[in-house]
DNA sequence: GCCGTTTTCGGCCCGACTGTTTTCAGTCG
């Protein structure tokens, strides 16, 4: 974890904390505040000097000092006995869709509640019964947020998991003797969140690099170890293989450690048929036996996947579900990559939620080779952003000033609107012709009904000013359901009025999902795959919605971003007459 | 606890929904 990371942690769970045992709201909210500037600060903490800590915005003297202690010796006292006073399951608790700090030091005093499990055992045994604050409609919400929290329980964000894998291979490529070192499974197939991290590795020496591994810091604790495989969980309770296979079977086992089970089970039938046997040592003849004799293919995926007649596969799309037919037809998609995005059409400063100015977000956007990019700030019906007409136009003044400036990037002007309860979108009309593009986005009423929640998305999509359509089933992975609404319809509508579905990178979002992206592009529809930024560094999220766009089979021609920027503004002039 | 300035302390993201509370607290975005 990023030293930024890791104190944004701890200023979190002392806010988080505080919260809890009733401190006041505006110091918590402070704590808050700094977790995310620091979390979003392009410096690295480490290496800032120890008395410019206070110029990182919404960090003064109290948590400046708080960092120091931190940095200084890997402690935060005053965190410490805050510990000792709420165990670490009643915070896990508020982490409960709709419990909050108020109610979940209620269970832990009253009922001695301190885990998510207890508190479902609880409810179960009528437990709560008579507590305050808790009645039948409150039980039964609990049931359900505590079945989205298992369901999501174990498995990690994928940002999270790809930045372990990148610590993990850095630390064992530099290991003597290591020779070849990289990461698998569900991650390397881009899935949206990931079970454990599987490295892959060819050594001089195994065991050297076994216990290389055992050794790390981040190991808390050693599952089991062999002389191909051990298991660590990480000081975050993450769970990390390492396998080291010899060189002659690195595409093989890279092939089989990838998977998925249902890809690698349709391989080995194929192998099977002709008279052959996968395994991860390689492709052999069937009656020579796993790994005697020469496999007839193993020191590439290409070789592999040749010698059963088919053209290497993409790992985003080894799910079973379509790619091997494709393949053998000849036709697999060529899948859109982050190298083929022009621009970032979704993207926010510290004008409204975002923590960066906007010139600091243009030259990092800049940086990232962009030929365009849009500035979309949040719109006043998300009211505790506190838009008004007046910073929205001195902020367009301003975009227009610095167009080209950085790196000849063109800029548009825009902005992410809400979408109201009945589709109405903030802003006349009038208002709205003056924005280069339109994000429209549900930030509120999420749990309408079906029909309701349907005839307000395609309200919305049919507005001839939304050019496109942000995170559109608003699903925050592991803390919120999707939205109920008969998306088939809002894609055919997307498809009609030439309005884009946003696949939003940000990777706790992730939406659309890789698997409706696949349904949606059936109706024709064009994509923006968009990092949503908030701050600098998540910019390069990028590569999470590419992953998504990768895994819902999309090419490059599909993807609004893609194009030049002229294709871009014809598509979006057109949006605004073919609408309603 | 931070910020900005009024340079010493007042204002801070504001409004809405939900459920249970008989007048509002907790939670969320």
Avoid at 19 to 28: E, H, S
Avoid at 249 to 255: E, F, Q, R
Avoid at 301 to 313: K, N, R
Wanted: charge should be negative.
């Amino acid at each position: 974890m990023r030293t930024n990371d890791e104190v944004a942690a701890l200023l979190a769970e002392y806010a988080d904390l505080l919260a809890i045992t009733g401190g006041d709201a505006f110091r918590i909210r402070s704590y808050e505040k700094a977790a995310r500037s620091v979390a979003g600060y392009p410096q690295d903490l480490a290496q800032v000097d120890p008395a410019e800590l206070a110029r990182i915005p919404n960090v003064g003297r109290a948590i400046a000092a708080k960092i120091r202690d931190y940095l200084g010796t890997g402690h935060i006292r005053q965190l410490e006995a805050l510990r000792t006073k709420v165990p670490d399951g009643v915070r896990r608790l508020t982490g409960v869709p709709g419990l909050g700090p108020k109610r979940a030091m209620v269970l832990y005093t009253e009922r001695g509640i301190d885990s998510v499990d207890e508190l479902a055992a609880a409810t179960a045994a009528g437990r709560l019964e008579g507590l305050p604050g808790f009645g039948p409609k409150s039980e039964e919400n609990l049931l359900r947020g505590i079945e989205l929290v298992r369901k999501s329980a174990g498995r990690i964000r994928i940002d999270t998991a790809m930045d372990l894998a990148a610590e993990l291979i850095t630390r064992l490529s530099a290991v003597p003797g290591c020779i070849r070192c990289a990461y698998a499974g569900s991650l390397r197939r881009m899935r949206d969140t990931i079970g454990d991290v599987d490295i892959l590795a060819v050594a001089a020496d195994p065991a050297a690099l076994m216990t290389a591994f055992r050794e790390l810091p981040l190991a808390a604790e050693v599952i089991a170890s062999g002389e191909a495989k051990t298991s660590i969980r990480t000081t975050d309770g993450i769970q990390a293989d390492l396998r080291v296979v010899p060189e002659g079977s690195w595409g093989a086992a890279l092939l089989y450690f990838t998977g998925s089970q249902a890809h690698n089970v349709r391989l080995r039938e194929m192998a099977i048929h002709r008279g052959l046997k996968l395994s991860e040592y390689g492709l052999f003849d069937a009656g020579t036996g796993t790994g005697t004799g020469a496999p007839l293919a193993a020191a590439t995926e290409e070789d592999v996947y040749q010698a059963l007649g088919l053209p290497w596969i993409p790992p985003p799309l080894r799910e079973d579900s379509g790619e091997i037919e494709a393949a053998q037809r000849g036709e697999l998609p060529v899948l859109v990559t982050e190298a083929d995005l022009r621009g970032d059409l979704h993207t926010h400063t510290n004008l409204t939620d975002g923590v960066a100015s906007l010139t600091d977000m243009l030259e990092a956007a800049a940086a990232r080779g962009y030929a365009y990019y849009a500035v979309t700030d949040h719109a006043p019906n998300l009211f505790m952003q506190r838009m008004t007409d007046e910073k929205m136009l001195s902020q367009r003044a301003e975009v227009r000033r610095l167009d080209g400036q950085f790196g000849g990037m063109r800029l548009l002007h825009g902005t992410e609107l809400n979408i109201g309860p009945d589709g109405e979108v903030d802003w006349p009309a009038e208002f709205l012709d003056g924005f280069d593009l339109c994000v429209a986005s549900v930030h509120s009423h999420f749990t309408q009904p079906r029909e309701e929640m349907t005839r307000r998305m395609l309200r919305a999509v049919e507005n001839p000013h939304v050019a496109i359509l942000g995170h559109p089933t608003t699903r925050k992975i592991g803390r919120r359901p999707p939205v109920d609404a008969d998306l088939d319809a809002v894609y055919k509508a997307c498809a009609r009025t030439g309005t884009a579905i946003e696949i939003d990178a940000y990777p706790d979002r992730l939406d659309l999902s890789a698997e409706h992206v696949r349904l949606a592009r059936r109706h024709g529809v064009r994509f923006s795959i968009d990092s949503d930024a908030h701050a600098v560094g998540h910019l390069a999220a990028m590569r999470y919605g590419i992953g998504t766009a990768q895994r819902g089979w999309l090419s490059p021609d599909e993807v609004i971003n893609t194009w030049p920027l002229d294709r871009l503004t014809a598509f979006l002039d057109a949006g605004r007459t073919r609408a309603s």
